[in-house]
């Protein structure tokens, strides 16, 4: 016999079976208990709070600061018969009591409320009154007042278990190395709450980190292998947000920019049509994403380095929630570093936060020019051992093959004695000089600043002419990223020897490096390295049916004024067109088919179904 939440999970949302640890989380909320869940994106947060509340007499409460997602998520609850409604600053005054008379008469299951307003008095005495099954804390991180999406109400949520000591909480993230897990459980005041944390492994996603040379023509050839698909790229600054999506639509791709300094009717419009519209190219600052529930998303590609490995993952963790293939793409060079660090050391934030800040980004400079599989490299930063599925008991250490350093693995030469050329130049040239500066002095450059310098005079002229100056290039960011070289604030990106410096220069120590990619790959190495692993491919004699069924989609959601994955998700339109359902009860075994999607449009699947033949 199912058990009721199994049997709630089949009628409402048309799945045979919970994923991971979603059982055990939804069993121990319904049963009245808090809960700390850490679950990557992608991998059914939103069923650990929804179940329960439907399972539960009253109201589930969902706090979540995406105030611009909140109607796509309820349409997703109405489309499959869950009385749901949200409450925000776009609803109109009459809307909003509407809602609220709803809330107080027990007729919602679910209603989604951003923090400032469920904190206000008002709100408080409301919820005082209405029948209650839980409190959501979705995006829990924003508690942490270290994290790169911080927001201070947060802070304030603990009153939901000062006043409702009874009701349980579970808090969600996608993203929280230890240190914030204990955060989170701290500020909200979670300290009996069970935690449940799965893998942070998002195994479709290929990552891959390359050397920036010609940033602009990179991310051509990168996205030359995603035409037609849609995708984010994030830039550092707004003006860099801006050029690059000028710069995309001159080559023929549609792509549109978001940041915080466009007027807020552009930016949602530009949100509208990147979630409804298909292959649309996003060219973004951090300042969108999260949160966004665009389940066919291909690509993250980074033009500039991100802040830290936390922003990182949750960044490129936008890419491939529907489980199909994706690639997050990383491009960096010496001068993100050189500007980021600048930016800790310039900031107006406390010594406590600027030396986080620091440790933060050069956690991540050591992923970018680690030389191990990235995905064990990535994962270690959360507390995670890399293992994959079916790996033997007790096998540890084995590779992901999905990722740039497993497809190409890395060449890497001892380079002892280039540290301690580029080491001493920059010692003999007075700790105060740039990258190109450096690099000119080592090849033997006859530039008149050289001369003017006296440069063309010092010990380390013209020792460098072995290696090129993108070698060099190389050489100088692997040195930064070791903590070998550091960016003085002072001095306009100039660079300076460290402490650890020393035992370089003296020959205790050894120096081995990763060896620059070349520029392009050859032929033979783009066919080795294949496409980004995939769920399972629509077959061919599939496709014809699959075309259609996402043809009906398509005209439901405009229909619907709604994005078309609230409609469906592809994996579901892929399920009919393998299965091939002629009635509706067939229909209704189809994974992802809920009574209530059944009986609203299971008519029109089937004739389609019958028509393909």
């Known amino acids: 016999m199912q058990s009721p939440a199994h049997e709630l999970l089949k009628r409402v949302f048309g799945h045979d079976a919970f994923r991971g640890n979603q059982q055990a989380i939804v069993e121990h909320v319904t049963a009245g208990n808090d809960a700390l869940v850490l679950m990557p994106t992608g991998g059914g947060k939103s069923l650990c ?48 009591s509407r809602v609220e008379r709803e809330l107080l008469a027990g007729e919602l299951k679910l209603l989604y409320v951003a923090p400032e307003r469920l904190l206000t008095g008002r ?44 009701i349980p909480r579970i808090a969600l993230t996608a993203t929280a190395d230890p240190p914030t897990q204990r955060e989170i459980a701290e500020r909200l005041d979670l300290a009996q709450a069970e935690h449940f944390i799965s893998s942070f492994d998002r195994p479709n996603i290929r990552y891959t980190v390359v050397q920036k040379d010609n940033a602009k023509r990179q991310l051509l050839d990168f996205l030359r ?100 293939a994706a690639e997050a793409w990383l491009c960096y060079g010496l001068g993100d570093v050189v500007l980021l660090k600048q930016m800790i050391e310039q900031g107006e934030a406390g010594a406590e936060r600027k030396h986080l800040e620091r440790a933060k980004l050069d956690h991540l400079l050591g992923y970018c020019e680690s030389m191990q599989c990235r995905r064990q ?23 992901c093959g999905n990722c740039d350093n497993c497809l190409t693995p890395p060449a890497a030469w001892d380079a002892t004695v280039a540290a301690q050329k580029a080491l001493s130049c ?35 002229f013209g020792i460098g002419k072995d290696l090129d100056a993108r ?36 020959g205790r120590r050894q120096l081995m490096m990763r060896r620059e990619a070349p520029t392009t790959r050859s032929r033979g190495e783009r066919e080795r390295s294949g496409s980004p692993r995939t769920g399972v491919p629509v077959q061919p004699e599939d496709l014809a049916l699959f075309n259609a069924l996402r043809g009906l989609r398509a005209e439901l959601a405009r229909e619907q004024n709604v994005p078309a994955f609230v409609i469906f998700h592809d994996s579901t339109l892929r399920n009919i067109a393998e299965q091939r359902p002629d009635s509706l009860d067939a229909l209704g075994r189809v ?7 059944l009986a609203r449009y299971g008519q029109r699947l089937v004739e389609i179904v019958r028509e393909q033949g």
Not at 139 to 153: N, Y
Not at 394 to 399: E, N, S
Request: charged share 25%; glycine share 12%.
């Open 426 to 460: 920059v010692y003999r040239s007075g700790q105060r000089f740039g990258v190109g500066h450096l690099i000119d002095i080592l090849r033997g450059s006859d530039g008149e600043r050289i001369r003017q310098l006296g440069h063309d005079k010092l010990s380390t």
């Open 49 to 96: 709070y929804q179940v329960p509340a439907l399972l539960r007499e009253g109201c589930g409460i969902v706090v979540s600061p995406l105030i611009a997602l909140m109607q796509d998520q309820v349409e997703a609850l109405r489309q499959l018969g869950v009385r749901a409604e949200f409450l925000n600053s776009t609803l109109d005054a009459e809307t909003a």
């Open 471 to 506: 070698g060099w290039r190389g050489v100088f960011r692997q040195l930064v990223a070791a903590s070998l070289l550091e960016v003085d604030p002072e001095a306009h990106g100039g660079l300076r020897l460290t402490d650890a410096s020393r035992d370089v220069l003296k």
């Open 225 to 324: 292998g995603h035409r037609g698909e849609a995708g984010i790229v994030y830039c550092m600054s707004r003006r860099k947000v801006e050029e690059t999506a000028d710069m995309l639509r001159s080559e023929g791709l549609d792509a549109l920019p978001y940041h915080a300094g466009l007027p807020a009717e552009v930016r949602a419009e530009n949100q509208r049509r990147f979630l409804r519209e298909d292959g649309i190219v996003m060219c973004a600052t951090i300042a969108f994403g999260m949160g966004i529930d665009k389940p066919d998303v291909r690509f993250v590609a980074h033009v500039d380095l991100p802040k830290s490995m936390e922003g990182y993952y949750q960044e490129t963790g936008r890419a491939g929630r529907d489980g199909e």
């Open 377 to 399: 490299v990535l994962l270690a930063g959360f507390g995670e051992t890399y293992v994959p599925v079916g790996t033997p008991k007790g096998v540890l250490g084995q590779p």
């Open 123 to 166: 709100f408080l005495s409301l919820l005082e009154r209405a029948p209650l099954a839980l409190f959501a804390i979705d995006e829990a991180h924003c508690v942490s007042q270290w994290g790169h999406d911080f927001r201070p109400e947060y802070r304030q949520l603990t009153v939901l278990h000062e006043r409702w000591p009874h």
């Open 591 to 597: 994974g992802g088919i809920g009574g209530s999607k």
